[in-house]
């Protein structure tokens, strides 16, 4: 009987790897459901490792990157059709199939089709999505995996699509509020570099050739065409130092130690750093909620919003809950003594915990922080907008004022000439 490596999950969330004998896949797949554990991976022995992402890894190489890359919105829209489909009553498959059909996009159509295959297969579906891991991350995998072992998949799938929906709301509102602003500075430094490399030096040549070489220039003046002489020398060297220093800020940042550095960094800065601490807070409480809501497990919940946290050093605090919870505390005393959860997000925690409504808790304390990042964002914004206006104002007003001066001294004696 051939004999299959594994790695699962227990109950507690933890990874166990080993050995299986039975007929396939499914049945080896099959037996460990048995036995109480979640399948992550099974494969033959001296089989490929990497099999449950074979599908994705040839979608990628048969298609150009900007092809293979499935967007959060058009993820979004697929987990909202297939949740109503299957809430309908029709198959998973029947619903796979039709959506198969009706997607316009090249590689959700084949991501979808090889899903198809999967469950046809014999695969349930987590196990069909967990083919294609750069489309569906662990957070989609463990909630239809809970679905699925509650009897409960179109549950699941409507809240994955609420989950989604939501994020995907304030991800649009802050890239929209953020859009004018990144506008404007570019047009700022845009048109600030054509004036000191194109416009100043033939105003310069004009000065020199109607005042003369030995003219003294006002001194605003002076000011302006010294910028412009550096600014030509030095704009090679200046963007080859800012486009290093960016290398080597994104390299630092992989590290795990230098991603910790940046994060707190990021956190402390004023005004931002508060809008992305409740960001990132508002969606790990989000995603535990949401998990928990769909019988994810406690300790692998706080596992995937470790992962999907979006900040180095809420997650090293998520990790640190995770350990306490695993050692039987409740989460409320881990989590105030890291430091990195308001006041109100440790108390509403607290209460929820002794009410047993904490899932509830956590989607109010998400659903709170979103409004305060959209009510945060659109205040930054009305105030930087018009701030970017004046700053340009008065960049183009020096350098007009810096021109116009000598323009009137050669007026001057052009007319008493």
Same mark, same amino acid.
């Given at each position: ?215 003294? /220039?006002?001194? $605003?003046?002076?000011?302006?065409? +010294? ?5 030509? =020398?030095?704009?090679?060297? *200046? !963007? ?121 808790? /956590?989607?109010? $304390?998400?659903?709170?922080?979103? +409004? ?5 964002? =659109?205040?930054?914004?009305? *105030? !930087? ?33």
């Amino acid at each position: 009987m051939p004999t299959f490596n594994f790695t699962v999950k227990d109950a507690s969330g933890n990874a166990q790897e080993g050995t299986v004998e039975a007929k396939n896949i499914e049945e080896a797949k099959m037996r460990l459901r048995q036995s109480g554990y979640t399948p992550v991976s099974v494969t033959p022995v001296g089989g490929a490792k990497k099999k449950k992402s074979v599908l994705d890894m040839n979608l990628s190489l048969k298609m150009p990157t900007f092809l293979s890359r499935v967007k959060p919105k058009d993820l979004t829209v697929l987990t909202r059709q297939l949740a109503t489909l299957v809430e309908s009553g029709l198959p998973l498959l029947r619903g796979l199939r039709i959506l198969t059909k009706q997607t316009k996009h090249p590689a959700l159509q084949k991501i979808l089709q090889g899903m198809c295959e999967s469950v046809e297969g014999g695969s349930t579906f987590s196990e069909a999505l967990a083919q294609f891991p750069k489309t569906f991350d662990n957070l989609y995998i463990n909630m239809t995996r809970a679905g699925e072992a509650a009897g409960s998949l179109e549950q699941s799938l409507n809240r994955l699509a609420e989950f989604l929906e939501k994020a995907q709301k304030i991800k649009s509102k802050v890239k929209s509020a953020m859009t004018y602003p990144v506008v404007v500075l570019v047009v700022a430094l845009s048109l600030t570099g054509f004036l000191m490399v194109t416009v100043i030096p033939k105003f310069e040549t004009l000065f020199t050739d109607m005042l003369g070489k030995n003219a003294q /220039l006002p001194p $605003i003046t002076r000011f302006v065409v +010294g910028l412009s002489h550096n600014f030509a =020398e030095s704009a090679l060297p *200046i !963007i080859a130092a800012i486009a290093l220093i960016i290398v080597l800020v994104k390299i630092l940042a992989r590290t795990p130690q230098g991603k910790i550095v940046f994060d707190a960094i990021k956190l402390r800065i004023p005004v931002f750093g508060d809008v992305i601490r409740k960001s990132s807070v508002g969606r790990s409480t989000r995603t535990l909620g949401t998990l928990m809501q769909s019988g994810v497990p406690v300790l692998q919940a706080l596992d995937i919003v470790r992962d999907t946290a979006g900040n180095a050093v809420i997650s090293r605090a998520f990790q640190r809950i995770h350990d306490a919870v695993k050692e039987g505390e409740n989460m409320t005393p881990s989590m105030e003594a890291s430091k990195q959860f308001p006041a109100m997000v440790v108390s509403m925690v607290d209460v929820g915990e002794e009410t047993g409504a904490l899932p509830d808790m /956590l989607n109010r $304390i998400a659903n709170t922080y979103d +409004g305060e990042v959209d009510d945060a964002v =659109e205040a930054m914004t009305s *105030i !930087i907008e018009p701030l970017m206006i004046v700053v340009l104002a008065v960049i183009v007003g020096i350098i007009v004022i810096a021109m116009f001066q000598p323009l009137t001294a050669i007026i001057g004696q052009m007319s008493g000439g």
